[in-house]
Nanobody
Framework: QVQVIESGGGLVQAGGSLRLSCTASGGTFTVYPTAWFRQAPGKEREFVSA????????AYGDSVKGRFTSARENAKNTVSLQMSSLKPEDTAVYYCAARRYYVSSDVYTAEHDYDYWGQGTQVTVTS
């Protein structure tokens, strides 16, 4: 059973930075394409970023492009999400998701592309 675990959420002021980490146990996380999604209160879950299994390719949602960076560190069995220039509208529960299979260096941006999900970590940005 693969278990995905997020960490690093917290409270930050607008304009600040925060780094989230994702890891997994029970599977070969180093070959799983991985993504971050978020869900704000009263809103649908939104795609944030994705990284290919080998870290070569990334994709970002329009609302975070230029501010967020995702990278994988397979030596540490983690995928990170570095968030900068945070805004109050970035407040949400952030979820890490991993996909069991991959094709080449593809990135996947839809929720249904992913097989394993973490419980989420809260990020709150105050104005």
């Amino acid at each position: 059973q693969v278990q995905v675990i997020e960490s690093g959420g917290g409270l930050v002021q607008a304009g600040g930075s925060l780094r989230l980490s994702c890891t997994a146990s029970g599977g070969t996380f180093t070959v799983y394409p991985t993504a971050w999604f978020r869900q704000a209160p009263g809103k649908e879950r939104e795609f944030v970023s994705a990284v290919s299994w080998n870290g070569i390719r990334q994709a970002y949602g329009d609302s975070v492009k230029g501010r967020f960076t995702s990278a994988r560190e397979n030596a540490k069995n983690t995928v990170s999400l570095q968030m900068s220039s945070l805004k109050p509208e970035d407040t949400a529960v952030y979820y890490c998701a991993a996909r069991r299979y991959y094709v080449s260096s593809d990135v996947y941006t839809a929720e249904h592309d992913y097989d394993y999900w973490g419980q989420g970590t809260q990020v709150t940005v105050t104005s």
